[in-house]
């Protein structure tokens, strides 16, 4: 594993805290209707991509994921400019305006989304390994699922083929105890969704997803496992989101008292405070730090703002591959 200096732990706060304010800002920018439709915030989880992408090879390793994937890209090189222009759908977006928060997609940075449909990700993830295998490219792909869709019976398809074909992939549970509104508890027979995976012989560890040193350490094994050849791991990653499910969530189904509970475990204080106390930064550079956060999400804000919505024939040239239909001729032309 890479090793963990006191410069990682101050990265890992200026990143995380970069996320949790970007995050903040959509938000802000949803209720005032300038991101439309669905919405689901990363809040509360910011300490999975700092681990993972410290135990990654950024320059071949692969994600992909479901929705809640405004941060991820971000956190593998993906410019916060672009993601917050595809929230606003913009034509200066990841995917030109037209996939919107559910769909942040970079081939560039091997990030291969962002997808709504629940589960539908796991097995793509498989594929993206196995040609990865196929063309010997020494990559490993990183499929990232939440605990509602362990329920899909894609799952199991998937894991028995990584297993007999020893895929170069590791799959990440993000367990925030909640499927929607529904509590692990309530959903499945085995609470502990990691055992799931040893059911096929596979590798299957729970991981505090608060501290991003474990998870660095935790997956920094499941990828050299992977990358040797050796095949897939499943790590349950125990996390926590702050807010709903989406901006539409009430959130009945959870206390407040549980939720308090949990922000007294929030991975961005904890880091903060491990910081001043081991007197690896100044509290006065940490607030210099937290200033430039802010300057740069209003950077952001402001290069969504004024960047040009797509024009209609983008947005057919986008869906259709064949430029000859004849109704398209007719509806650009009107």
């Known amino acids: 594993m890479k090793k963990i200096t006191t410069e990682t732990y101050i990265k890992w706060f200026k990143n995380m805290y970069l996320w949790r304010k970007f995050e903040d800002k959509c ?3 949803y209720l005032k209707q300038k991101i439309r439709g669905f919405l689901h915030l990363y809040n509360g989880q910011e300490a ?21 994937c405004h941060i991820l890209p971000i956190s593998m090189g993906v410019d916060p400019k672009k993601v917050m222009s595809e ?33 539908g990700q796991i097995p793509l993830g498989a594929g ?26 894609s799952l199991h398809e998937t894991f028995n083929m990584a297993m007999i074909w020893k895929l170069p992939v590791v799959f990440i549970c993000e367990n925030n105890k909640y499927a929607m509104g529904t509590s692990v508890k309530r959903s499945s027979n085995i609470e502990e969704i990691y055992k799931i995976g040893k059911a096929y012989g596979m590798p299957s560890y729970p991981v505090d997803g608060m501290d991003p040193e474990k998870i660095a350490q935790s997956a920094s094994i499941a990828i050299e496992k992977a990358r040797k050849g050796e095949g897939p791991s499943f790590l349950d ?84 591959y064949e430029k000859c239909y004849p109704f398209l001729d007719k509806v650009l032309s009107s």
């Open 237 to 320: 990653v125990q996390t926590y989101r702050y807010r709903g499910h989406s901006m539409s969530d009430s959130e009945l189904y959870r206390t407040k008292e549980e939720v308090y509970l949990y922000k007294k475990k929030d991975p961005i204080l904890k880091l903060k405070n491990m910081i001043i106390q081991n007197k690896w930064e100044t509290i006065e550079n940490l607030n210099t730090i937290e200033n430039e956060v802010k300057k740069k999400i209003e950077s952001c804000v402001e290069f969504a703002e004024r960047s040009d919505f797509p024009s209609l024939e983008e947005m057919y040239d986008v869906v259709y």
């Open 87 to 119: 929230l606003l759908g913009k034509r200066t977006g990841t995917s030109r305006g037209m996939g919107g928060s559910m769909h942040i997609f970079s081939k560039k940075h091997r990030f291969y989304g962002g997808h709504g449909i629940v589960g």
């Open 27 to 29: 938000r802000s920018l």
């Open 48 to 68: 999975v991509p700092a681990g993972l992408t410290h135990a990654m090879n950024l320059s071949k390793d692969k994600i992909i994921t479901a929705y809640r």
């Open 128 to 153: 993206i390994a196995f040609a990865d295998k196929y063309f010997s490219r020494e990559a490993v792909t990183l499929t990232i699922m939440g605990d509602g869709a362990v329920r899909q019976g």
